[in-house]
Every structure is written in C-alpha cells, then in structure tokens.
C-alpha cells in the first residue's frame, strides 16, 4: 500500500478520470452511490494493474491486490462496510475471485435499486436474489469440468489465471509456475498440506531469482548470532551431511549444572577456565563423535563451543525455532536430544545437502532431504519489502487457489464464460419465479453479464459486440466461450488455459448475493440509493443508475498492451 502523486480529473465519461504518478488513470470501476464515498478505479501501469481507491476526503491509497483497496475504505457507510466485508471473506476463503465478488455485489445492488424504484418489495428483490444465487450455484457443478491433480500444465493454467493482470506477465507467470512447483512437491492425490511449506523471502533480486528446493531452508537472521566463526572458516557446502539436533543449550551453565558461578580468586578463575575449556572440548567431542557436519541447537550455544565446532568443521546454528526444529527432525529422521551426554549415532539424522546461502543481505541454511520426509522450501525475492510483500501475498494467493483446485477437483473456463453460462441458465429459470421475485431472478441474469461486459471493455472490444459473439457461440453449443484477453478474441477459455475452480466462482456469485441481499433489506440503503440531493424514488438524474452502488464501466482486470 503506498500514497501516490494523485491527480483527479473526474469521474464522468470515457476518457481519463485522474492521474496516478503520471499515467492516466481510465476508467471508474466501481463508483459507489450518493454518500458511499469511495471509488476504486484501474489504472494501467507497467507492473501490470493498480487498483486505486478515492475516498470523499480525497485520501488516495494504490494497490493490485482488490481486497486491500476495500480493506483500507475509510468509510462508515453500510454500502461500503458490506461490500469491504464480501471482499475481506472472498479473499480469507478462497484467495481469489474477490473483484468478480465486489462488481457483482455492485451491480445486484443497482439493479436492486431499479427494481425497488418500480415498486417491488425489497423482500421479494432479496428472495429472487437468494433463489436465483442457489439456482446459479447448482448450475455450476454441472457446467465443472474435472482435473487432474497431476496434471502440471493445467495447474499452471489455474495459477496463472489467478496472477493474470496482478504482476507484469512475465513475473506473474514465474510466480505461478514457482507455485505450482511448490504445490507438486507437497501434494498427495487429492490432497495439499500446507504444513509441509515453508516460505522465505529477501529482498533484493528479481522475482525471476525465487527458487523452491526440497527440504527447509533456515533464515538465520531470525537467530541472534552468525553461524560463522572467527576462529575458523566453514565450507559453505556439506553434500551427504550427517545433521544433530539439540533440543536445549551448547553452554557450560547446562552442563555444570549451576546457573551462576562466582570466582573469587586467580585461583579460582584460572580453575574455571580450565574446567570451561575442558567442557567446551567435551561438547565438541561427543558432537564430533557422531560423525556430524551440522548441528541446530533450539537455545544459544556459546561462542566458544561454535569455534571448537567450526574448528572440526562442523556447522552450529543456535536459536532455531521450534516449528523448524520440528521440521528439521522430519526432514533428516534426527531424533533430538536434550543434551550433547545424551547423544548417540542412532540420534542423527541425513541430509541430501546441508548449505549456506545467501540472498540479497539475508543469510539461510538450506536442509534438503530425502524424498520420503517431503518438505519444501521457497525463497522469494523481488526489489523492496513493499514488493515483496505484495509478491508473498499473490504467491498465497496462488497456492491458495491450487490447492482449492487440487481437493475440489472442479474448475471453469475464466473471462466471463461461466458468468455468461450462468446468466443464460437464470434466464432460462426465471420463467419458472412467479410474482415479482422473477425480476429479481431476471436482474441477477443481467448481473453475471457485468464481468464479461467488463472484461471486453478492458480488452479495448466493444462489450455489446463481445457479448452478442459469447451468447451467439453459446446457443451454438460452444459453452466454454468466453474471452480470451491475451489474444483480445472470443474463444473456448478452457483450452486457452483461462481457468478457475468451481469453489472460487461460487463464492464470487454466492458473496455478491448476500452483500446485496443484506443492504436490500436495510431501507436507509435503498433510500440513500436513490440518485439526487432529494431522496425521492423515481427522481430522474444524468448521472445515476439508480443503486447503491453505481457501476460505471471499466474494469481492473485490464491487461497490459
Ligand atoms: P481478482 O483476481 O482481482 O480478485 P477476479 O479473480 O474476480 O479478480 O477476476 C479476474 C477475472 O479475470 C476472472 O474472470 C478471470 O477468469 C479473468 N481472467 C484472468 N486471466 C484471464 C485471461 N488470460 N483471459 C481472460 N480472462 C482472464
Ligand atoms: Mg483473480
């Protein structure tokens, strides 16, 4: 989230509707009624998309990621919560599908508004609603098509749906395929365990830089002290290491038994010295008597014992976390042991590789085991912490979706061809409503058209052109047509590898229907969303819908070209 030179030039029209750092800002995505003060709109910059959000009180916030514009609306109005809220869950569940949820909840709710200016109950409004929600939620296991877990090439298909106009194309596809390693590594037939992952990052490199290795990799800025020595240099690499892990302390205190020691005389000291010396030389001893090349030690191990150990070659990470502690026993079949007395051969455990590795100014060890203990690693880099955070969470985001792919099985064709199978199906439903719920029904039909509608507009096509083609292709049977933005054309999504899984589309249709649906029921809602300073129905006006919240074209899906 960052604070941009902001220009604002207006809101109407097709032309530019502000400036951010410079570049035109194109189009209002969602411009919420009278009173929600707040307005996301796209702009398209070289990283692809920012989504910008204007508050009434001119405080401006750039992002790409949909759910944190909403997040960071300084609003109190029941418009803007409800709908900060569908995009909060939307991105808390499924990861994606949050900018589908919040255009569809805007575009229910104007619709909403129409109906209620005709005289149709809000009630009956949020019963069609509910009804027509159900009816599209059911439609969409039909229209699912399955996939196969193992199937590498369409799982990058899905990630790369899910990174499509987040990051520049060439980044967001090193993403996707990086996720996809990551998934592939910890993936069991249907299942993905996440407890297996573990992710890194260090700033500084490219995003094309980030690699995914199998076994854990350490950060040892999280410990307090360098694994270096000054007494001695360590190789960097140890192939085929034999790894110890101590789940206490390498110091005198623990195994003197006493937490203090008071020296009084020369004597004295000179006595405890040698006895330190001595017990340094024993813990260094019994280590190296296993034949290690590394040890992780849960608490601190004192400077001297490291040296010892550096000086026999041997690695010694101290302060290891206790959840890597945990993993490093899995990765290398160690058993850890309380206390060096207590170590025995059959104690250690195997590792591939033991290495140190550096990355922009952080420093790592990498464990990389056996295939049998699964684990992997991935370190992400990219520029700046800001970057990089906004990376780390699209690579979530990624992973996220996979793994909904992988346990749910389903997936649809993206670019709107399952909004407009949807709106076909509630179409064809709509008759079977009686009384006025069937508007309702109609409306959300009309709804789902929103996403291609908007698509085609961010693709530079004429919408009413694009969605005339999409129905046409669709009555002839063609039912995974949709948009394909990268090629700018029409065409079967599914085979151009635009695709989404079932759960993700559900929640999108599912959470728009109840943010509309909630604020359908609350009168001040409706009333606010009459246009006008007056807020009496049916009073006409140039610049309103006539909602809640007021779509007025553009989309923040637009594809760099
Ligand atoms: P966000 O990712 O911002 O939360 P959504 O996931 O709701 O937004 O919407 C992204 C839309 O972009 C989906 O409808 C998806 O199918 C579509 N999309 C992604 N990549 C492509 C592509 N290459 N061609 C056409 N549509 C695409
Ligand atoms: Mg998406």
Request: net charge negative; glycine share 10%.
């Amino acid at each position: 989230m960052v604070e941009r030179d902001i220009t604002r030039l207006g809101s109407e029209g097709r032309g530019p509707v502000g400036r951010i750092d410079g570049r035109d800002v194109r189009r209002t995505n969602v411009a919420a009624g009278r009173g929600v003060a707040a307005v996301v709109e796209s702009t398209l910059g070289p990283k692809g998309l920012d989504k910008m959000l204007v508050g009434a009180d001119g405080h401006v916030v750039v992002t790409n990621d949909g759910a944190k514009v909403l997040e960071n609306l300084p609003l109190d109005h029941p418009a803007a919560r409800v709908l900060v809220e569908t995009a909060r869950r939307q991105d808390d569940r499924v990861n994606d599908g949050t900018t589908t949820a919040v255009v569809l909840a805007g575009e229910l709710l104007s619709n909403a508004g129409d109906l209620v200016e005709r005289g149709v109950p809000p009630a009956a409004v949020a019963a069609g609603y509910h009804r027509a929600a159900t009816r599209a939620s059911d439609a969409l296991d039909e229209y699912a098509v399955d996939i196969d877990p193992d199937d590498a090439a369409r799982l990058e298909d899905v990630a790369r749906t899910v990174v499509t106009g987040k990051w520049d194309e060439s980044a967001a596809e090193c993403l996707a395929r990086r996720a996809v390693e990551t998934a592939a590594a910890v993936g069991e037939g249907r299942t993905l365990d996440f407890e297996r992952i573990t992710r890194q990052t260090a700033p500084g490199g490219s995003v094309f830089d980030s690699t995914v290795c199998g076994g854990l990799l350490v950060d040892l800025e999280l410990s307090s002290t360098d694994v270096a020595s000054r007494e001695a240099t360590l190789p960097a690499r140890f192939p085929d290491a034999t790894v110890v892990l101590v789940d206490g302390q390498l110091t005198v205190e623990t195994l003197s038994g006493a937490s203090e020691v008071v020296v009084e005389t020369p004597e004295e000291l000179r006595e405890f010295e040698a006895y330190e010396r001595e017990r340094y030389d024993d813990i260094r001893a019994r280590i190296e008597g296993v034949g290690a090349d590394a040890v992780f030690c849960q608490k601190s191990i004192d400077d001297p014992v490291r040296d010892a150990l550096a000086r026999a070659g041997i690695l010694a990470v101290e302060r290891t976390r206790a959840d890597e502690f945990r993993t490093l026993a899995r990765v290398t079949g160690a058993s850890p042991v309380a206390a060096v007395e207590e170590l025995t051969p059959a104690d250690a455990g195997r590792a591939e590789l033991v290495e140190r590795r550096s990355a922009g100014d952080r420093e790592f060890v990498a464990v990389e085991g056996e295939s049998a203990s699964r684990h992997v690693s991935v370190l992400l880099r990219g520029g700046t912490p800001r970057v990089l955070d906004e990376l780390a969470g699209i690579f979530d985001d990624c992973l996220g979706v996979l793994r909904t792919a992988v346990e749910e099985g389903g997936v649809l064709p993206g670019g709107g061809a399952a909004e407009v199978r949807l709106s076909r199906e509630l179409s064809a439903f709509a008759p079977s409503v009686r009384g006025t719920e069937q508007l309702a029904v109609e409306a959300f039909s009309d709804a789902l058209e929103r996403v291609p509608w908007l698509l085609a507009e961010s693709a530079g096509l004429d919408p009413i052109d694009v969605l005339a083609e999409l129905h046409a292709r669709h009555d002839d049977g063609e039912v995974f047509a949709g948009l394909d933005l990268a090629a700018g054309e029409p065409a079967n999504t599914l085979s151009r590898g635009v695709v989404e899984p079932v759960p993700v589309k559900r929640r999108s249709v599912l959470g728009a229907a109840e943010a509309a649906t909630t604020l359908v029921r609350v009168d001040d809602a409706v009333a606010v969303a009459s246009p006008g300073e007056d807020d009496e129905p049916g009073h006409d006006h140039d610049h309103g819908r006539g909602g809640v919240v007021e779509s007025t074209g553009g989309y923040p899906w637009t594809l760099g070209h």
